[in-house]
């Protein structure tokens, strides 16, 4: 419920404080004396858009504040989700700022917020139904929406809205996984003939420095054989030979090691010298005898790095080891795709099943509106009655279809005529402004009964309506407040209204009105005791100073059901 509003430096107004009651709330005013810049700065309050060309001093920020009563609403989990604190007895602050510079700030219970939260919060907390609003009555999302709340399934709608969200990621994996294979199935003979190319080469990680070193030995076996022949001979094929001298050498030095242990020493150096050089000779000469010119072997080598070479020049590496990593990410790719036939089909039953449960769930939604729609036919006729329209005839027509939507599969028509024996056809086409005006107040007060917000504005829903009609309407939405025993008792009413029929109902009346300060024009509210309702309820119904007999006509409108 709306307890207070605090509006400073918007539109025309300075500052306005305004304090609600719960219950029927009437605003009333002469037209252009600003009833409906409270619309205003409530739809700043709930995510509007802000503009610094509202505001009344250009250079002041504007400051628009409201309290709500919000117990019994379950708003604790979304404060929590958006990290913001919810007090025990359930008040919620909200305030927007609009600066000079344009720019805007919003705060709930004095904690910065997004606009995203704003507009959350305030589709729980107020309904604003302008005439505007009526052209709702031949929107289908309305229509479906009005018949969920006459039959009360939101646990029919939650069950069957957690299968469409199955049913349609489902679907989306199983056109993903589609589209996949078609492209892997595009691409499969060319990835399998280079898997096939890579495997038939039988590569072996180190193999190609082996094979160049090898192919560096044939290209030079003359060469090598020759070199090594000469140093071999050099160290033991002549008499004068290297290991021949480093011998003599060490018979004469022999003659020494018995004088000092230095010529020891020396002696066990050059013998160790021979015994490394006889092995050198010995490996040397082995060398010399393995080293042989192949022609055939010298081509197999080629051959074998020139493929390595043309394969990693294909593929854009420089090593085997990438080669044989390519290798094994072609290999996973090919099971992949091979795989894929299996995931698909197994989705492809996931998506049926999904669906099956999805046709299951639709048809007990389509059954509880089916319901809600006849709810919403009988209760809805001694509304019409009421309102001045006896033969109104309201019917719902629900066409199970197979096209399945988040809100369901039904398609919904609502079809009206007001008189007697007319053709029931879509509302827009045979109500006329004022009709319309009295149907929507008609739902909006079944819906209320529902409990389906706790507040409920009505900006000039009464355009086309007057005299009884005009009396009933007022009557109909103090009965929503619960003032009357019937309907939401804790239902909050405010309406924006030009007749006095309707304002009279109301608990509390408030009177907007223009006035003059330092030569700008201001707009103000104020709440109106007793006498200055009988006052204004007789202007609203004659001229300005009103007649007696409008006066009296006052007196007999704040008597009737009070």
Request: hydrophobic share 40%.
């Amino acid at each position: 419920m709306l307890k207070s509003l605090h509006i400073e430096n918007y539109a025309l107004i300075q500052q306005s404080d305004i304090c609600f009651d719960g219950g029927f709330v009437a605003i009333t005013g002469e037209t252009g004396a600003g009833k409906s810049i409270m619309l205003g700065a409530l739809a700043l309050l709930l995510g509007g858009r802000a503009d610094s060309h509202t505001l009344f001093n250009q250079e002041h920020k504007c400051i628009v504040e409201a309290i709500f009563e919000t117990k019994g609403l379950a708003l604790k989990r979304l404060f929590e989700a958006e990290d913001v604190d919810y007090g025990e007895d359930g008040t919620v602050i909200i305030r927007r700022e609009i600066l000079p510079s344009g720019k805007s700030r919003a705060f709930v219970n004095d904690t910065p917020v997004g606009l995203a939260f704003l507009k959350e919060l305030g589709l729980r907390l107020i309904d604003i139904h302008s005439q505007h609003a009526n052209l709702l009555l031949g929107d289908s999302g309305f229509q479906t929406s009005l018949l969920d709340i006459m039959a009360d399934d939101s646990k029919e709608l939650a069950d069957y809205q957690g299968c469409y969200n199955t049913y349609t990621q489902l679907k989306k994996e199983l056109e993903q996984l589609t589209a996949e294979e078609q492209q892997n199935r595009k691409d499969y003979d060319y990835n399998k003939f280079l898997y096939d190319e890579l495997e038939a080469a039988n590569l072996s990680d180190g193999e190609q420095e082996e094979l160049e070193q090898e192919s560096a030995l044939l290209a030079n076996a003359e060469g090598i054989k020759e070199t090594l022949s000469q140093v071999v001979a050099i160290s033991d094929g002549e008499e004068d030979s290297a290991l021949s001298r480093l011998n003599s050498c060490k018979s004469l030095l022999s003659k020494l090691t018995h004088i000092t242990s230095d010529f020891q020493s020396l002696y066990d150096r050059l013998d160790s010298t021979l015994i490394e050089l006889r092995d050198i000779v010995s490996t040397l000469d082995s060398a010399n005898e393995a080293t042989v010119y192949s022609p055939e072997r010298q081509q197999e080598v080629d051959d074998r790095l020139a493929l390595i070479y043309k394969l990693q020049k294909k593929h854009g590496v420089d090593s085997i080891a990438e080669l044989l990593a390519i290798q094994n990410q072609l290999s996973e790719r090919l099971a992949a795709i091979d795989g894929n036939d299996e995931r698909i089909h197994q989705v492809m039953e996931a998506v049926d099943k999904a669906y099956k449960e999805l046709q299951k769930r639709g048809e007990s939604l389509t059954a509880c509106r089916m319901r809600g729609g006849e709810m919403l036919q009988e209760q809805i006729k001694p509304l019409l009655a009421e309102l001045g329209m006896p033969n109104g005839n309201l019917k719902v027509v629900i066409k199970p279809s197979d096209n399945y939507s988040r809100m369901g599969c039904d398609h919904i028509a609502i079809l009206f005529n007001a008189n007697k024996g007319g053709e029931l056809r879509e509302i827009a086409k045979v109500a006329s402004g004022g009709e319309m005006s009295r149907l929507m107040l008609a739902i909006k007060s079944l819906t209320a009964r529902a409990g389906l917000l706790p507040t409920i504005i009505f900006d000039e829903i009464d355009t086309g309506i007057s005299g009884d009609i005009s009396l009933r309407v007022g009557q109909i939405m103090k009965r929503m407040t619960g003032e009357e025993g019937i309907g939401n008792a804790g239902m909050q009413v405010i309406a924006i209204t030009h007749l006095p029929q309707i304002a009279a109902r109301a608990k509390q009346h408030y009177k907007v009105y223009k006035d003059e300060q330092e030569g700008r024009t201001t707009s103000n509210i104020r709440l109106l005791a007793n006498d200055e309702r009988r006052y204004e309820l007789a202007v609203m119904l004659s001229s300005n100073p009103p007649s007696e007999a409008a006066l009296q006509t006052a007196d007999e409108l704040m008597r009737i059901d009070n």
